[in-house]
């Protein structure tokens, strides 16, 4: 390793590469960060606006604004879209940017696989939302995208959107290789495995889910294609096939998924509670192998999205059981960090703001998780808007919140410059009203018997969705705020120490603010 | 039970509170639990959603306060500096242990609950419910009964052009009947794609899965009418199957089954009648109106790379054969299915229809099909 650092010497002080060719060509992990950041920020707007479409529709009864057929293409769009294009590459930049200075290496360990898994993302994305304007329409099946409505059913464009998903998933897997050499290989002499901050730790778990489970994915849209196009009958039960086929393989992919868009947030979370608490983090053993655990259960609970399909009694037994466990370590992880609050001496800075709120409703959306895995409960809740409510507490509040607040907590390292502290707690307290205001009376028309994705609805359901669609609009709009507030950093502002927080600890901050070009050309002394 | 008392002060204080703070007072903003079944299961079901709910209510609360707290005593301004602990092996192992035995003490209720629904013997009426883009089929196995259930709610009511009836988007043309006390069996599947059949009054909710047979069972005591939906998105009309329940006292449902036989050998005798152009024509817009519309649209226009035109299509225009045969048989690999459970009348009817409306009549050979070429199609072919 020291020879590689040796090379590097030489071009210490060079800058980056100007104009469009720096992007384009950069290996540099900062560099790749920045345009996975803001390639997530673009797909969150324009998952977003989808997101405004469907909610507009909804906001009274009847057919409004779309036609059913489009407005299947839209839910479909978004979920999609924001969990391949928003959550997850966000993700892959805050690791580019923060894993190796957190681990005092130069740089990831592969990096030009790295310049590659971004560039061909917008491709996967142009071919995705490219089929919005071919003939019968973008796939119009749901996210989750079951056969046979995906194959037999499916309008000509879901050859593409298979293609896309390969893409994607050919970029994360890249990404997620390169997380785990990097953490394996390059941390500075001292930084042992338990001595990884948290954020480290929850990437490296992440990245194994990933690696286990793309291609599991790609080989469900094979297996789609081949059926579609080759005349197989995987999931066509008039050729002996079988459509609960699909769902068992899509849902083993699908449940460790859920996780890959959770246990990041969970290591920032830790990282900034700790911060503005200005204390030690209560357990940090007990965190590291709460998310292993999580994460190993991930494998063997997939099934409970399926309880209504026909499973035997036993598998919707230990399935149930199962699934509950999942509970243990992560109320686990939620005491930690009230303990680690707990007697601390806590301020409120926007990060902390979007931590607190992350905690608090993450643990909502968790206990209504609980309610789903007692699977009699669950054929009442089953494919509500109970499950809707459910999953966007752990998505919106959950992972965003805790994107948004790694954004504020590490942009003056980025950038070099304080963000705006009163517009960025404005932001929060918008986002923050906008997200209750829209998911939470989703949680009543759930259970008075809305079933989800219905472009329209019962008489009964009309005053909670206008609501609901208020505070959407709300929490869309905001979020224009937050792309103001982010370009008015990155433009100037107060300038940021190398310390930047009074109680953060780490070695990112130990390099000047912003960070250099390139940062532990030599491996840092760690006490 | 705690249970009971937290569902009481729910009732009379919380409630009310939401009456005072709301100025919009409708009978819709209180839509905001599950409600209580009318079956024994039903009822089970209700019970444990709401003891898992208050048991999460008890968690959240004390999480949240011991937060809450800190964020209002343990402020930089009240407490300068922060303590040191970290750590604590008993406190780990007490927040491991207490919440498994939470677990525990709800998944055993829920496992009993769950072994009741799985019974699976047979019922005294059993009904083989089947999902169709976008209607459900009823066939009753023992009593011979069979019919299609379609919404009934007017295109003009859901695109606003006039007001919305009480049961918007929850009626239909046919309701399924079945007599009260008696065990009704459910056997759930599907044509085409995946349908989800929903009866929230009975806390019944199984796939409808092509290929396969899901069963559910279900004892109603209280004669009424209950309303469920599909539950599985199954394409661009899924918020528009809905699924009505009437249970009626044995008599009257014996002379429903009566009535409805009577209707099935009426049917039968109108495929021997001599038929008119213009009677068919009649009779096959509205089946076409109910059957074809969805994907073909009003003008028979289709639309545009998925569902194709019948207006100017070569088959509807000169080839009344092959008309005939895709709806017998459907159109392998794409989303048209076989018609062929429409009576003779009715098939014979729409392909007519078909073949004269949207100017077809004039521009292709006008070929009529009556019922007995439905017959004669149905033959076995030697």
């Known amino acids: ?527 | 039970m705690t249970f009971k008392l937290l569902e009481n002060l729910n009732k009379k204080i919380i409630f009310p509170l939401l009456v005072l703070a709301s100025p919009l007072v409708k009978a819709d903003w209180f839509a905001l639990n599950m409600t209580r079944g009318i079956t024994d299961i039903s009822n089970e079901v209700f019970e444990l959603h709401m003891l898992i709910f208050w048991i999460c209510v008890v968690i959240g609360v004390l999480v949240f306060g011991v937060m809450f707290y800190s964020m209002w005593a343990h402020t930089k301004k009240k407490n300068p500096v922060p303590a040191k602990f970290h750590e604590n092996h008993k406190l780990e192992i007490a927040w491991t242990i207490i919440p498994f035995l939470i677990l525990i003490a709800m998944a055993v209720p829920a496992s009993k609950t769950l072994v009741k629904i799985y019974d699976d013997e047979a019922g005294d009426i059993n009904i083989q419910v089947t999902g169709y883009q976008w209607k459900w089929q009823y066939r009753y196995l023992e009593d011979g009964v069979s019919f299609f259930a379609n919404l009934s709610t007017d295109l003009d009511e859901i695109y606003n052009l006039v007001p919305k009836g009480e049961n918007y988007l929850q009626e239909v043309d046919e309701m399924v009947v079945i007599p009260a006390g008696k065990k009704v069996r459910f056997l759930i599947t599907a044509n085409d794609v995946i349908h989800s059949w929903w009866m929230p009054a009975f806390a019944i909710k199984q796939d409808a899965i092509p290929g396969f047979v899901n069963t559910a069972w279900t004892v109603v005591d209280q004669p009424g009418i209950y309303r469920g939906k599909c539950t599985e998105l199954c394409g661009k009309n899924h918020g528009f199957m809905p699924i009505v329940v009437k249970v009626v006292e044995q008599a009257e449902y014996d002379e429903w089954v009566f009535n409805k036989k009577q209707e099935a050998i009426k049917l039968a005798e109108l495929t021997t009648k001599e038929w008119s152009t213009a009677e068919l024509n009649e009779r096959g817009e509205g089946i076409y109106e109910v059957n074809c519309v969805a994907c073909h649209q009003t003008e028979g226009q289709g639309i545009a790379g998925i569902f194709p035109a019948l207006a100017g299509s070569e088959i509807a225009l000169n080839n009344k054969e092959k008309h005939i045969e895709i709806l017998m048989e459907g159109v392998q690999g794409a989303a048209m299915n076989s018609f062929d459970y429409l009576s003779e009348v009715e098939l014979a009817a729409v392909i007519t229809y078909t073949r004269q409306a949207w100017g077809n009549a004039e521009n292709g050979d006008g070929e009529i099909v009556i019922p007995k070429d439905i017959v004669d199609y149905k033959e076995p072919k030697i």
Do not use: C
């Open chain 1, 1 to 527: 390793m020291s020879a590689v650092i040796e090379n590097h010497h030489e071009d210490h002080h060079h800058g980056p590469a100007k104009g469009i060719t720096r992007w384009l060509y950069t290996t540099n992990h900062k560099d790749i960060g920045t345009l996975y950041l803001w390639f997530s920020f673009a797909m969150f707007l324009i998952g977003g606006a989808m997101a405004m479409v469907i909610r507009a529709e909804l906001f009274q009864p009847g057919m409004q604004i779309v036609e059913p057929e489009f407005y299947n293409q839209m839910i479909t769009l978004h979920g999609l879209i924001m969990i391949f294009g928003g959550v997850m590459p966000a993700f892959v930049g805050l690791a580019n940017w923060l894993v190796p200075m957190m681990i005092g290496a130069p740089d990831m360990a592969l990096p030009r696989m790295n310049n590659l898994s971004f560039w061909i993302l917008p491709f996967a994305f142009f071919i995705l939302l490219s089929s919005l304007f071919m003939e019968g329409g973008a796939p119009n099946f749901g996210w989750t995208f079951y056969a046979p409505l995906s194959t037999t059913y499916a309008p000509p464009s879901v050859t593409f959107f298979i293609f896309s998903v390969h893409i994607m998933g050919a970029s994360s897997i890249m990404g997620a290789i390169n997380v785990v050499v990097t953490i394996m290989n390059m941390r500075a002499p001292g930084v042992g495995l338990m001595k990884m901050p948290l954020f480290v730790w929850s990437w490296l778990i992440t990245a194994y889910l990933l690696i286990a489970v793309m291609p599991v994915l790609a080989g469900a849209v094979t297996m789609m294609l081949m059926d579609i196009h080759f005349g197989t009958s995987f999931f066509n039960a008039a050729g002996g096939g079988d459509p609960v086929l699909f769902q068992h393989i899509f849902w083993f992919f699908g449940h460790p998924e859920v996780y890959i868009m959770i246990l990041p947030a969970f290591g920032i979370v830790s990282h900034i509670i700790e911060t503005f608490s200005r204390k030690q983090l209560f357990g940090y053993s007990s965190m590291v192998w709460a998310m292993l655990s999580i994460a190993i259960l991930s494998f063997v609970v997939w099934a409970h999205h399926m309880f209504t399909v026909g499973l035997p009694l036993a598998a919707e037994i230990f399935f149930m059981w199962a699934t509950m466990l999942i509970a243990v370590p992560t109320g686990v992880k939620v005491f930690n960090w009230v303990a680690t609050m707990f007697r601390g001496s806590i301020t409120f800075e926007t990060p902390m703001l979007f931590a607190l709120a992350f905690v608090v409703l993450f643990t909502i959306g968790g206990l209504s998780g609980l309610m789903l895995a007692i699977v009699p409960a669950d054929f009442q809740y089953h494919d509500t808007y109970f499950v809707v409510a459910h999953f966007h507490y752990v998505l919106v509040p959950g992972a965003i919140f805790s994107i948004m607040a790694a954004v504020y907590y590490w942009i003056p390292k980025w950038t070099g410059n304080m963000y705006d502290e009163r517009l960025g707690k404005l932001h929060f307290w918008l986002s923050f009203t906008g997200v209750n205001v829209t998911f939470f009376p989703q949680h009543f028309i759930g259970l008075a018997g809305m079933p989800r994705r219905y472009p329209d609805y019962a008489l009964q359901f009309a005053d909670w969705n206008m609501v609901s669609s208020v505070g959407a609009f709300l929490f869309g709009f905001s979020q224009l705020l937050f792309l103001f507030i982010v370009l008015k950093t990155v433009m100037g502002g107060k300038k940021a120490t190398a310390q930047v927080w009074e109680g953060a600890k780490g070695l990112e901050w130990s390099v000047a603010s912003p960070a250099p070009y390139h940062t532990f050309s030599t491996p840092p002394k760690i006490d």
